[in-house]
């Protein structure tokens, strides 16, 4: 065994559980047949996990939701920070295992946000909540989506981003979803069926919006000795990042720079890469501008030139320099409330040659070496990102 803070990570076992309308399942069932899907996909044993983190649902969660699976860890994570959480218990899953203080640790999520809102348990605006720095927003109806929008309006104000470069990330989702037949929607879309739809938030329409869909994941890592036992090839977890930025949008400093352009920073530098040798992104895109956004902090195009950058055809599996959200992301493939999880799975599988018609390959036919998995929370408040590396 390598000595205690040497130790690497790797992700062995990934899965979704059914996803999209799924009208006869609960959030438990979803986090478990995940699990189960995961756990068989590394050909490992539940008795050796010994970590498990889980967040957004139950009282006590993780703790309900090992208990429903038949998990007793040694080693919890309950970190909620939004869509961003998944990434950042992956970094400290890594450092536990790193650590010696776990030898597998267990990622799993799962929501019926869909089916709960078609048979009335919940609406479909999700309130946050009005005390500490929400009261100050809160009365005057300030939605998370309103503030999303918001901030694209300042994008396009100070370079230059267009309505048009802003659709053209919604028409490449759906054409890397028409390649996944797993994805809610597939039919192509233009420009203009973006531009024309009916308004949500002034500028988006309803396609520069995410899906709402039900589904689960989970997600596999374990300690380097135990690769060996494993029926799948590793995929390291190669450097991490996290940052949070926000919380009331007047703290905010610039509505251009998402918290990415430090979490990052910090995963390109602790994984020894650059941005220019990553193979694929999968990036947090609950609306258009996220991913415009989150590319420029990443460090694939310079600040104010996102727009020029998707325009261009980038992001398509079929032609595209830099693949993003091959599987459709959360505009096209599924969204089920926390997405970060889904963002993880669709890295290891393309790094694994598993993707099918939607697989990524290097120029000269290979299959990718790098990808970068970078998810974000509430409304640009918090970032976590990964860099991951075929084994």
Avoid at 85 to 103: K, L, N
Avoid at 175 to 180: E, H, Q, R, Y
Avoid at 230 to 247: F, K, N, Q, Y
Avoid at 293 to 316: H, I, M, N, P, S
């Amino acid at each position: 065994m390598s000595a205690p803070g040497t130790r690497k990570a790797a992700v062995v076992g990934v899965a979704l559980s059914s996803c999209g309308r799924v009208d006869d399942a609960t959030a438990y069932s979803l986090h478990a047949q995940a699990a189960r899907r995961a756990l068989a996909d590394a050909g490992l044993d539940r008795s050796l996990v010994d970590g498990f983190a889980s967040a957004g649902t139950g009282t006590l969660a993780p703790v309900e939701v090992a208990e429903y699976l038949g998990l007793r860890p040694t080693w919890v994570d309950s970190t909620s920070v939004g869509g961003s959480t998944w990434e950042v218990m992956a970094a400290h899953a890594a450092d536990a295992i790193a650590a010696g203080h776990a030898e597998a640790v267990l990622l799993v999520y799962g929501s019926t946000a869909r089916a709960d809102i078609k048979a009335g348990r919940r609406t479909g605006d999700l309130s946050f909540g009005a005390r500490g720095p929400l009261q100050f927003e809160a009365p005057y109806g300030h939605t998370l989506i309103a503030k999303y929008a918001m901030a694209a309006r300042r994008h396009m104000l100070e370079h230059g981003t267009t309505i048009e470069q802003l659709a053209q990330v919604a028409v490449q989702a759906r054409a890397n979803a028409a390649l996944n037949p797993e994805a809610l929607f597939r039919d192509p879309i233009t420009v203009d069926d973006v531009l024309s739809g009916p308004m949500i938030a002034d500028p988006f329409t309803k396609l520069h919006c995410c899906v709402r869909s039900d589904g689960g994941a989970a997600v596999l890592l374990a300690a380097e000795e135990y690769v060996r036992d494993c029926r799948t090839a590793p995929v390291w977890i190669l450097g991490t990042g996290e940052h949070v930025s926000h919380a009331a949008m007047s703290e905010w400093p610039d509505f251009t720079v998402s918290p990415a352009a430090v979490s990052g920073r910090l995963a390109f530098e602790r994984a020894g890469v650059r941005p220019r040798e990553i193979d694929l992104a999968e990036i947090y895109d609950a609306f258009t501008y996220m991913t415009l956004v989150t590319l420029e902090d990443l460090g694939f195009c310079a600040k104010g030139e996102g727009g020029a950058f998707v325009e261009k055809g980038r992001l398509k599996v079929t032609g595209g320099e830099l693949p993003v959200n091959t599987d459709g992301g959360g505009l096209s493939a599924q969204h089920p409330g926390m997405r970060g999880l889904f963002l993880l799975v669709e890295a290891v599988r393309q790094l694994r040659g598993e993707a099918g018609a939607r697989q990524v390959r290097r120029r000269d036919g290979t299959l990718p070496e790098l990808a970068v998995a970078s998810g974000t929370g509430g409304w640009f408040c918090s970032s976590g990102t990964v860099v991951l590396g075929r084994g």
